[in-house]
């Protein structure tokens, strides 16, 4: 299938003028240490679960199976974010975004639409201001995102059209209409059949005893046996091995699972329901556009050999497939790889344009307002120590 003919599918998909439903991508993986070997998934509090994983039971076509959870939907989104920022990054494609620019302690960091929590709409937008030291939200941009809704959300499209593929919820400025836009594109990773493994952590130190005490003063401290502190406190001294936290939680073992799937869907009728630009042809046009731009973070983030997703979770891919799904439930197989789905989003911008639907040509860049800068600047060194007091 052509470019132009996987445009015109993918445009009336999009709009529900065919029988397609959905994309489904399909891919099994091992861990890149061999089958057998542990893989580490996200911890999450214990609770009343008796574990740190999130483990499940989940209905499959042969019955029952028990899964665990090893990369989650919000997490796979922020990783198709990351590979389409970096895309940008490479001179390869262009997508609007917002920056947030930040300087504290003789430190640079930047923030964007495509890592910020809550995307163009994150408080940290919210609390910023443009380079004449206007609130974003009394710009322009500011203004029009503001007002985006299911029903127009040509801003959205023209600024971040990134949200409208993940989802975004803007939930920090109190507004009674506020625009909330669910995800149409979605993965997760899973591992079937988990077994728990037990892990034990210690430390060695030669040199000092954890047990001598210390005065702390700021950042810095001194010896003394009177003092409020111990050494293995601010990281000195043996630890005891143990394969419990603090807390008389197990530490986290792992898992070994009997194999691993990544599951993602490409909703048609989520799309459909997002209007955009003046008439029917533009919305249809900037639909398409979106289409792709789910396609293309899905490719890029996941079409590789393998996929690393934390310390202790690197995983090689053993199979993948895409597949068209119809009404019906039948599926046809896609074919498309990184550089057929970067040609076709070249495409399908071009043609938007051309229906009237434009992004804006450069990023919004901001910095913060001054009270978002005091916090920023006072929770510099905060954040550590409220880390090793917990």
């Given at each position: 299938m052509g470019v132009e003919e996987l445009y015109e599918r993918l445009a009336a998909a999009a709009s529900l003028e065919g029988d397609d439903a959905a994309i489904r991508f399909r891919a099994t993986y091992e861990p890149a240490a061999g089958p057998g070997s542990k893989v580490s998934p996200p911890t999450y509090p214990v609770e009343d679960r008796g574990s740190p994983y999130l483990i499940e039971d989940r209905r499959v076509p042969d019955g029952g199976r028990k899964a665990v959870l090893l990369d989650s939907r919000q997490a796979q989104a922020n990783r198709c974010e990351e590979a389409l920022a970096g895309a940008v990054e490479r001179g390869e494609v262009w997508i609007p975004h917002l920056i947030l620019e930040v300087e504290t302690h003789g430190r640079r960091v930047r923030m964007t639409s495509l890592s910020a929590p809550h995307r163009s709409r994150d408080a940290y937008f919210r609390d910023a201001q443009d380079p004449a030291g206007r609130p974003f939200d009394d710009t322009e941009p500011g203004r029009e995102l503001a007002a985006c809704t299911p029903e127009d959300a040509t801003a959205l499209y023209r600024y971040a059209p990134t949200d409208l593929v993940y989802g975004v919820w803007d939930s920090h400025r109190g507004l009674r209409l506020a625009a909330r836009f669910p995800r149409v594109y979605t993965s997760e990773v899973v591992g079937w059949e988990p077994e728990e493994g037990i892990r034990a952590a210690g430390r060695f130190d030669l040199i000092t005893s954890g047990q001598q005490r210390a005065t702390v003063e700021g950042r810095d401290w001194k010896p003394d046996p009177k003092g409020e502190k111990k050494?293995?406190?601010?990281?000195?001294?043996?630890?005891?091995?143990?394969?419990?936290?603090?807390?008389?939680?197990?530490?986290?073992?792992?898992?070994?699972?009997?194999?691993?799937?990544?599951?993602?869907?490409?909703?048609?009728?989520?799309?459909?329901?997002?209007?955009?630009?003046?008439?029917?042809?533009?919305?249809?046009?900037?639909?398409?556009?979106?289409?792709v731009?789910?396609?293309?973070?899905?490719?890029?983030?996941?079409?590789?050999?393998?996929?690393?997703?934390?310390?202790?979770?690197?995983?090689?891919?053993?199979?993948?497939?895409?597949?068209?799904?119809?009404?019906?439930?039948?599926?046809?197989?896609?074919?498309?790889?990184?550089?057929?789905?970067?040609?076709?989003?070249?495409?399908?911008?071009?043609?938007?344009?051309?229906?009237?639907?434009?992004?804006?040509?450069?990023?919004?860049?901001?910095?913060?307002?001054?009270?978002?800068?005091?916090?920023?600047?006072?929770a510099f060194f905060a954040g550590i120590e409220e880390l090793q007091e917990e």
């Amino acid at each position: 299938m052509g470019v132009e003919e996987l445009y015109e599918r993918l445009a009336a998909a999009a709009s529900l003028e065919g029988d397609d439903a959905a994309i489904r991508f399909r891919a099994t993986y091992e861990p890149a240490a061999g089958p057998g070997s542990k893989v580490s998934p996200p911890t999450y509090p214990v609770e009343d679960r008796g574990s740190p994983y999130l483990i499940e039971d989940r209905r499959v076509p042969d019955g029952g199976r028990k899964a665990v959870l090893l990369d989650s939907r919000q997490a796979q989104a922020n990783r198709c974010e990351e590979a389409l920022a970096g895309a940008v990054e490479r001179g390869e494609v262009w997508i609007p975004h917002l920056i947030l620019e930040v300087e504290t302690h003789g430190r640079r960091v930047r923030m964007t639409s495509l890592s910020a929590p809550h995307r163009s709409r994150d408080a940290y937008f919210r609390d910023a201001q443009d380079p004449a030291g206007r609130p974003f939200d009394d710009t322009e941009p500011g203004r029009e995102l503001a007002a985006c809704t299911p029903e127009d959300a040509t801003a959205l499209y023209r600024y971040a059209p990134t949200d409208l593929v993940y989802g975004v919820w803007d939930s920090h400025r109190g507004l009674r209409l506020a625009a909330r836009f669910p995800r149409v594109y979605t993965s997760e990773v899973v591992g079937w059949e988990p077994e728990e493994g037990i892990r034990a952590a210690g430390r060695f130190d030669l040199i000092t005893s954890g047990q001598q005490r210390a005065t702390v003063e700021g950042r810095d401290w001194k010896p003394d046996p009177k003092g409020e502190k111990k050494l293995s406190k601010l990281g000195l001294g043996a630890i005891r091995p143990t394969t419990r936290n603090q807390r008389g939680d197990p530490l986290p073992g792992g898992v070994t699972v009997s194999a691993i799937e990544r599951l993602g869907v490409l909703s048609f009728p989520g799309l459909s329901r997002i209007r955009l630009g003046p008439d029917g042809a533009a919305g249809r046009a900037g639909r398409a556009v979106l289409a792709v731009l789910a396609i293309l973070g899905d490719r890029l983030a996941f079409g590789g050999p393998g996929m690393f997703l934390r310390s202790g979770c690197d995983l090689v891919r053993s199979s993948e497939e895409l597949t068209w799904v119809a009404s019906s439930g039948v599926g046809e197989r896609l074919e498309l790889d990184r550089d057929t789905a970067l040609e076709l989003f070249r495409h399908a911008v071009a043609r938007a344009e051309e229906a009237g639907l434009r992004w804006h040509p450069e990023p919004i860049v901001l910095r913060p307002r001054p009270n978002l800068q005091a916090a920023i600047d006072g929770a510099f060194f905060a954040g550590i120590e409220e880390l090793q007091e917990e």
